[in-house]
C-alpha cells in the first residue's frame, strides 16, 4: 500500500508543509510593528489587512502585548472561567491585604482582557484611590496612586481608540495631586518623588516625564484625550463635561499657584499668564466647541444672541428650545461661573487684592501687626499688618463692585474677604483697640455672618500651619 | 505574615489517623466478608479466611530486591514515556517569565515575592498532569495488553508491583522536581535584581502568645475592632492603656544569642489625621518590656467585675488595700452570695486558678529566699479558693448558702495573708517595666520595623523600680558593712554608693545627703553597726516612701539611669512579656499573633526554598500515591479523573469541607437552601413547609453533611504542602513543626493504608477482565 521509503516520507512532509506555508503567509502574516491610527494600510497577510480595515485587529487597538495573547490562546475557550477566578482571588487579596498578588492578580486579568474598558477603570481606581488609602504613610499612599495611574496608562497604550481612559489619566492626576487630603505632599511629590534613591530628587519619569507640575501633565492627558474624542466616539461620560478637562485644568493649575503663594512679581506675572491661558481656553476653545444636545440639537456654550438664532436655524427648532437647550448645558457645567472667576483672576485689580492679603498675613505672622510708637510725633502708627489688611479690603470692594457674581458664587472670594476682615479685627483686638465700625467690607461681612465660625476656623489652621514642625519622632 | 501559623500536634493526629484507619478496615474487612459469604454461601467463610491469610502473609514477606526490580523498571517506563519532557515546557517558561512580571512596583519585597512564586507555582502545576498521567495509567494499560502477565507468573507478590510502580514513580517525580527546583533556584538568583537580592532571606521567627488590654487596663481576649472585614487583626487604641501583650517562652542568651531581635509588622488605623511629621514618618509604636509576675497572678481575677477592684490592687502591688477588699468580697459572698452573677464565680475561679499556678512556680524558682514562704502559703489558699468555688457549680440547691459560706472562708484566710506579709508580698513580686524608644510603624513593608535590643539595657526607672535599685543596693552596702562608720554614716558611702554601679556623682551625693536627714529625723536606726528603717519596716517601704515623697528625685538631668540583664532580670521562668503600645492620641495600631516576633539569626534562602520544594515532592509522591491505588481498582481514564477530582477537592474545597464539618460555615444545608430559592424565602423566614416536611428535608441535609463529613476525613488537604510556599514567597524559613512536619505526617497518613488497599485489589482482581 505504502511504496515509499522513510527518506521519501520525510521529503514528501517537508513538502506538503512548504506548499501549505504559502498560503498561510499569504493570508496570516501578521503585523509587525504597532499600527497607528492614521494609517491607510499595514503591511501584514490579507487577514492582517482585513483586520485593520475593519478595526478589529490587536495591533489596530493599540500596543500588541505578546504575553496577553498567548495566555488567551493558550486558554482556550476558558478566558471566562479564568478571568472569574482572578477577579475574585483580586478581591480577596485586597481584603487580606496582600498587595503585591493583588498586584499581580490585576495584571493577570488585564492580559486576559486588555481591551475591556471597565477593567481598566476599575482596577485603575482601586489602586489609586482604595489601596493607597489603606497605607498610613504618606509616601506609600503616594507610591499606590502613582500605581494607579501608570497601570490605566498603561491601558491608554493598549487601547489608543477609547478617548474616556485618556481622559481618566488626567482625572486622576489631577484630583489625587490637586484635591485629595493629601495633595500638598502629592503635588510636591509629583516633581520630586519621595524615592530619592531611585529618581534621584526628581519626578517618576513614568508618569511625569517632563518633571513639571501635575495639573500641566492632567492638562496634557486632557488634551490627549480631547483629540482621541475628535477621532473616535467618546462612551462613557457627558460630553460637555468631557471635553472640559482641558481648560479646567489650566484654571486651576493658575489657582494652585495662587494658593502656594506668590513671591514676587515673576510670580505674579506667571499666574495672570496662566489664568489668561485658561480663560482663553475656556472661551474659544471649550466655549465654541459644538456640542450634541438632546435629540442630537447642535449648541455652543460660548453664544451669543446670534449665536442662538443661527443655531436654531441650523438644528430646524425655535429660538425658545434652543436656548433652553444651551442654558440648561452652561448651568450644569457653571460655565458662567468659571468665565467670570477666571475673568476675575487674570485682572491686576484682583491680583492685587490677593497680594494686599496674602502680605497682610505674612506681615501678621511675622509679628508686624503690633502698633508702632513714633517718638517723634508722640503717637502710634499703623502696624504694617493693618495697613495691609485696611489696602486688601478696599481692593476687594473694587473687585466685588467689578464683579458682583464673584461676592455670591464664588466660596473661595467670599472666604478671602471675609479672612481679611477677620484677621484686620484679631490685629485691632492684639493692639488693646476696638475696630472701628465702620470700614469698607462692612455690607458683606455683616451680610456673611453665618459664614463666621469656618472662617474662624480658618484662621485658627492658619495659626497651626506657620507654626514650626514638630520633631519628628524618635528624634 | 497574614496567617497564624499553627504547631502540627502529633500525637492528636496520630489518634485520630488509627482511629479512621482502624474503622475503615474494619468497614473493608467485614464486606469483603460478607460478599465472599454472599458469593460462595458457607465456602465464602474458607475463602476469605485464606484470602486474608494471604494477603497478610504477602505483607510480612515483601522482597526489597524485587520491589526495586519493579521500581527501576517503572522509572525507565516512565522516562520511555518521556516524563522528562516537562523540562522543557518549564524552561521555556521561565525563558519568557519576564515578559510576566512587571517590576513596576519597584518594591523589594513584592519583586523577590513576585519571583518566587512563579517558580513555586509553575513547579507544582506542570508536573501535577505528567504525575497524574503516570501514575494513573500505567498498571491499567498493562493489565489491558496483558504484560501485567508476564510479571504476575513471576515470584512476585502483587502488592510488591504496588510498591515497586509507587517507588518507581515517586523516584520519576521526585527527580523531575529536585531538578526543577534547582533550576528554579538558579533562575530566582539570576533573575531577582541586584538591588533586592538581599530579600532573598529565610527569617526564623519565633512567636508568642497574644493577647490585650483594653483602655481600662483590664485583659481582654481580642482589642478593639475598627470596622475591617478581615478580622485577623485586633486594634490596641493609642495614648491610652491599652496594650497587646505578646509572651514569649524560652527566652535565654543559648536560644536567642546575645542580643535579641523583635520585627514587627503592625497596621495603622487614624481617625484623626494628625501631625504633619505622623503623616510623613507614620504612626508611633513602643515596646515595653515588663516582669511582671503580678499581672501574671492576678490579671485573671480582673475578669468578673465583683472582684475587679480586688485584683487591681494584687496588681498594683498594694496588698493591705487587697486585703481589705478582700474582706469585703467575703463578707458581700457572706451576706448576698446570689448578688454576684454567676460569670464573676466562673472569673474567680479562673484567676485563682491562675494564681495558684504562677505564684505556685515563683515559690519553687525562690525557694529558700525571704518572702518564698508566703509566697507559697498565698499559692496554697488561692488553690483552696479555685477548689470551693469550682465545688459552686456541683452543689445541689439543697445545699443552701454553705459552698458560699467557704468560698467567703478562703477570700478572708487571703485577706489575712496579704495583710500579715504584705511587705514581704510586695518585696518578692516585683513589677518592672523598661519602655523602649518608640519608632515609627512600616505596616507591610515586612521586614523594616526591626529593633534590636542589647542584653544590658539602660534604662530610666519609674518609682517602683527606683525604690527596688536603692533598696537593694543600700542593702547590700549595709550587708558588706560600708553604710556606717560609728553612730553615724560613713564618710565614704557617696563614692561607695557611686563605685557599686550605674549611679552618677550628682545621685549618690544627694542619696547620701536624705539618708542623713533621715537618721537624724529618727526614721532610720543604727543598730549593731547596721543602718536599718525605724518600726521594723523594710528597706523597699522605706524607699516606697522617700520615693512617692519625692525627695529622691533625680539631681542627674539623664534621671536614674539603671542597667538591667535582659534574660536575668526581664524574664520570669524564661518568659519575656513584651507590651505594645500605641503612641499618637485617637489612632490605633492593629496586630495579630505572628505580626510580632523575635527572630533569630537568619538562614540562606535556599534552606527555605528547599525545604519548600520538599513539600511540594511529599504533595506529588501523594498524588503518585492516589494515582496508583485509583489504577489498582478502576481503568486508566476513570482513575485520571478520580485522582483529578481528588486532588481538586483536596486543594480547593478542603477548607470549605472542614467549615462546614465543623459547623463554622455559615448557612443552611444542600436541600434546605434549594427549597428556599425555590420558594424564594430568605434563611431567616425559614422553609413555608409544615413542621413535618421541614425535619425530612433537614434530615436529608443531614445525610449530605454527613458525606460531606466523610469527604473530609478522607480527602487529604493539599493546602497544608503548599503553605511552606507562603513561607518563603513572605521572606520566612519553613517551619518544621507548623509546615514540614505536617506534609510528611499527611503523605505517611496516606501512604500506609493506600498501599494496603492497592495492593488488596491488584491481589484479588481478576486481570483476564481487563
Known sequence: MNNLNSRQRKLLYALGILVLLIPIIYFGAPVSRDVKVDDASVEGGYLAQLRHDHQLGETTLGEIDPSSSAMNLVLLGMKGMAVCYLHQNAIEYQERKDWAKLRETVDSIIMLQPHYREIWKFQGWNLAYNVSREWDKVDDRYFWVKEGIKFIQEGTNRNQKIPILFHNVGEFISSKMGISDEKKFFRQYFVSDPNVEKFNGGADTDINPKGIDSFLVAYDWFTLANAKDDLYDMTGMTHVFFRQGPPKARLSYAEAQQKDGLENEEARQANRAAWDEGYREWMEVYGVYEFRGLHDWKYKLNSTEEDLVQMAEENGISLDDQRNLWARNVDMVHYRFWRDYANAERDPETVAAHQAFFEGKKAYNEARSVDRYVKGKEEYEKSDAERLFDEAMQKWVRVFEKYPNMSVDSQSYIDEALLTVYYWIKVHENNGRKPPTEFPLKTFWEGNADRRPEIEREFMMDAIRVQPEETPAGG | ?770
Request: with cysteine; glycine share 8%; hydrophobic share 45%.
Open chain 2, 1 to 770: 505574615m497574614d496567617f497564624d501559623p499553627t504547631p502540627f500536634n502529633a500525637s492528636e493526629a496520630w489518634i485520630s489517623w488509627l482511629r479512621l484507619v482502624g474503622v475503615l478496615s474494619l468497614c473493608a474487612i467485614g464486606l469483603s466478608f460478607i460478599l465472599a459469604v454472599a458469593r460462595n454461601g458457607s465456602r465464602g467463610v474458607t475463602i476469605f479466611a485464606e484470602g486474608l491469610k494471604g494477603f497478610l502473609s504477602d505483607l510480612t514477606s515483601l522482597n526489597p530486591r524485587r520491589i526495586f526490580a519493579l521500581a527501576s523498571l517503572t522509572f525507565k517506563d516512565a522516562v520511555r514515556r518521556k516524563a522528562l519532557l516537562v523540562f522543557v515546557v518549564f524552561i521555556a517558561l521561565l525563558m519568557f517569565a519576564g515578559w510576566f512580571i512587571s517590576d513596576s512596583t519597584g518594591r523589594p519585597e513584592l519583586q523577590v515575592k513576585k519571583h518566587i512564586a512563579l517558580v513555586l507555582t509553575s513547579i507544582a502545576w506542570l508536573t501535577l498532569p505528567v504525575v497524574i498521567y503516570l501514575s494513573c495509567w500505567v498498571i491499567p494499560e498493562d493489565i489491558g495488553l496483558r504484560s501485567m502477565h508476564t510479571v504476575v507468573t513471576k515470584p512476585v507478590r502483587r502488592i510488591e508491583i504496588v510498591v515497586g510502580r509507587i517507588l518507581g514513580f515517586s523516584s520519576v517525580a521526585t527527580l523531575v522536581l529536585g531538578l526543577m527546583g534547582l533550576i528554579g533556584y538558579g533562575w530566582i538568583l539570576r533573575q531577582v535584581p541586584a538591588e533586592v537580592q538581599s530579600h532573598l532571606t529565610c527569617r526564623v521567627p519565633v512567636f508568642g502568645q497574644l493577647y490585650f488590654i483594653d483602655p481600662a487596663g483590664q485583659p481582654s481576649r481580642t482589642g478593639i475592632n475598627v470596622g475591617d472585614p478581615w478580622m485577623f487583626r485586633s486594634f490596641v487604641q493609642g495614648n491610652s492603656r491599652a496594650r497587646a501583650v505578646w509572651v514569649f517562652r524560652n527566652m535565654t542568651p543559648e536560644t536567642v544569642g546575645d542580643e535579641l531581635t523583635l520585627e514587627s509588622r503592625f497596621e495603622a488605623f487614624r481617625t484623626v489625621k494628625g501631625s504633619e511629621s505622623s503623616i510623613k514618618s507614620g504612626m508611633e509604636a513602643q515596646y515595653v518590656l515588663v516582669k511582671n509576675p503580678r499581672e501574671e497572678a492576678f490579671g485573671g481575677l480582673a475578669i468578673g467585675a465583683t472582684f475587679r477592684d480586688f485584683a487591681d490592687a494584687l496588681r498594683e502591688g498594694q496588698f493591705n488595700n487587697a486585703a481589705e477588699r478582700a474582706n469585703e468580697l467575703a463578707e458581700k459572698i457572706r451576706t448576698s452570695p446570689r448578688e454576684i452573677p454567676e460569670q464573676d464565680y466562673g472569673g474567680l475561679f479562673f484567676g485563682s486558678g491562675a494564681a495558684n499556678q504562677v505564684l505556685d512556680a515563683l515559690a519553687t524558682q525562690d525557694a529558700g529566699k525571704p518572702g518564698a514562704e508566703s509566697i507559697s502559703a498565698l499559692s496554697g489558699k488561692f488553690l483552696k479558693l479555685s477548689e470551693t468555688v469550682s465545688a459552686l457549680s456541683k452543689a445541689q440547691e439543697s445545699a443552701g448558702n454553705a459552698p458560699f459560706l467557704s468560698v467567703a472562708d478562703d477570700l478572708a484566710s487571703i485577706a489575712e495573708t496579704l495583710s500579715a506579709d504584705a511587705e514581704l508580698l510586695r518585696e518578692r513580686l516585683p513589677r518592672l517595666e523598661v519602655p523602649l524608644p518608640t519608632f515609627n510603624v512600616a505596616e507591610f513593608h515586612a521586614g523594616d520595623n526591626v529593633s534590636k535590643i542589647p542584653r544590658r539595657i539602660q534604662f530610666t526607672a519609674d518609682y517602683e523600680t527606683l525604690s527596688r535599685f536603692l533598696s537593694s543596693r543600700v542593702e547590700a552596702l549595709n550587708a558588706e558593712g560600708k553604710l556606717v562608720s560609728g553612730d553615724a554614716l560613713s564618710a565614704e558611702l557617696e563614692s561607695s554608693l557611686e563605685q557599686g554601679g550605674p549611679m552618677s556623682p550628682e545621685n549618690a551625693r544627694l542619696l547620701a545627703t536624705v539618708l542623713n536627714e533621715q537618721l537624724s529625723a529618727g526614721e532610720l536606726v543604727i543598730a549593731d553597726g547596721k543602718l536599718s528603717p525605724s518600726q521594723n519596716r523594710r528597706w523597699l517601704t522605706f524607699f516606697d516612701t522617700l520615693v512617692q515623697k519625692e525627695m529622691l528625685v533625680s539631681q542627674d538631668i539623664e534621671g536614674w539611669k539603671l542597667e538591667l540583664d535582659l534574660f536575668n532580670d526581664l524574664t520570669t521562668m524564661n518568659n519575656l512579656r513584651v507590651e505594645v503600645a500605641c503612641v499618637n492620641d485617637q489612632m490605633y495600631l492593629g496586630m495579630a499573633r505572628p505580626d510580632l516576633f523575635v527572630r533569630l539569626p537568619d538562614r540562606s534562602f535556599r534552606v527555605g526554598y528547599f525545604k519548600s520544594i520538599l513539600t511540594l515532592c511529599l504533595m506529588m509522591l501523594l498524588v503518585v500515591v492516589i494515582g496508583v491505588t485509583a489504577s489498582c481498582v478502576v481503568k486508566g481514564p476513570v482513575s485520571v479523573f478520580l485522582t483529578l477530582t481528588i486532588f481538586i477537592l483536596g486543594q480547593f474545597f478542603h477548607g470549605m469541607m472542614d467549615r462546614i464539618s465543623g459547623g463554622k460555615e455559615a448557612g443552611l444545608g444542600l436541600v434546605e437552601s434549594a427549597t428556599l430559592i425555590f420558594q424564594h424565602r430568605n434563611p431567616n423566614a425559614g422553609m413555608d413547609a409544615s413542621e413535618s416536611t421541614q425535619n425530612f428535608v433537614r434530615s436529608l441535609d443531614s445525610v449530605s453533611n454527613g458525606l460531606v463529613k466523610g469527604a473530609n476525613s478522607i480527602v487529604p488537604d493539599f493546602g497544608i504542602f503548599q503553605s511552606s510556599a507562603t513561607y518563603v514567597e513572605n521572606g520566612f524559613d519553613v517551619p518544621f513543626d507548623s509546615a514540614v512536619l505536617p506534609s510528611i505526617a499527611a503523605f505517611l497518613a496516606f501512604l500506609i493504608p493506600c498501599i494496603l488497599l492497592a495492593g488488596a485489589c491488584l491481589k484479588f482482581r481478576e486481570l483476564e477482565a481487563k
